[in-house]
């Protein structure tokens, strides 16, 4: 029997004996630790055009300890960001429909020059 793939990332399938083995796959790049601006920079390519990077990065959990927030992140590296051909937009409160004060960050296109 082949090995079968299970909507939580494990295979279920039979080992050599015939009794059947459980084994956890990882579809995504590992971050080792430390982590990287290359990691991080990496990390927020994940967010599509017009996405908030909150929504598609576990920030907190995996840089904040070394970068701080991510607003004050993508502020301060701006410039690095604008290299790799990233660029966010803070949207003030308001513009958009939103239940929250703070500014909403989106991913926009980068300059083509």
Known sequence: VEDEENADGTRHGRDGE???AMQ???HSPAIQFPVTLDHAIEA??????LGNPA?????AALFASEFGLLS???????GVLKEAGLRFLAVAPGSL???SLLPTLLRVP???D
């Open 18 to 20: 015939g009794e059947e």
């Open 24 to 26: 956890t796959i990882n």
């Open 44 to 49: 927020l390519r994940a967010c599509p055009l």
């Open 55 to 59: 929504d598609y990065v576990p920030w």
């Open 72 to 78: 004050d992140f993508l502020e301060q590296k701006a």
């Open 97 to 99: 429909a939103s239940a």
């Open 110 to 112: 980068a300059d083509s």
